[in-house]
């Protein structure tokens, strides 16, 4: 945290061995490998193992599990139909909408006073956080452990990465 609030550019280690070095907002944006991605943010990027789709632009998703992730179509083009990867995306670009395909069960809602953490459980398992600001909650909605929720993903964050070395896939 420390680093992120007071460094003009961060290094990442792991292992004695460097990761990315780069403005603070570059790494949180932009991180080279699973490693950074999870490193850095709380709650960490939800990192799932997903197999690419390209479903013809637009229909570009990652399957991860039982669901199916939209992806933006110029990272879809980034990767081959079918290929094994680690789809990445924060806490905050995933939103509880009862109107998405995408379902869960909420697992644990951690309330902070100014935010909410749901961790939500797919059919197979599959855990993802999410991270809502108060004033995007719906206020006369309590949400229960084992309630059944929409996820929706704000397709534009997604972060792809090879599962093969854990290295960014894109820009």
Do not use: K, W
């Amino acid at each position: 945290v420390e680093a992120m609030t007071m460094g003009h550019r961060i290094a990442i280690m792991e292992g004695g061995v460097l990761q990315q070095v780069a403005a603070p907002d570059e790494v949180y944006a932009r991180p080279a490998n699973t490693f950074v991605a999870g490193f850095i943010g709380n709650p960490p990027m939800n990192l799932l193992d997903g197999e690419a789709r390209a479903g013809g632009g637009a229909g570009a998703t990652v399957t991860v599990g039982d669901l199916a992730v939209p992806i933006a179509a110029e990272l879809a083009e980034r990767v081959g139909d079918d290929a094994e990867v680690v789809l990445g995306i924060r806490p905050e670009h995933v939103h509880l909408d009862d109107a998405s395909p995408l379902r869960a069960e909420v697992a644990v809602v951690e309330e902070l006073g100014h935010e909410r953490h749901v961790v939500c459980r797919s059919d197979d398992g599959t855990l993802v956080t999410v991270r809502e600001a108060v004033d995007d909650t719906r206020p006369d909605r309590e949400l229960a452990v084992g309630e059944a929720v929409g996820l929706a993903v704000d397709a534009g964050a997604v972060h792809l990465f090879r599962r093969a070395d854990g290295e960014r896939i894109g820009p």
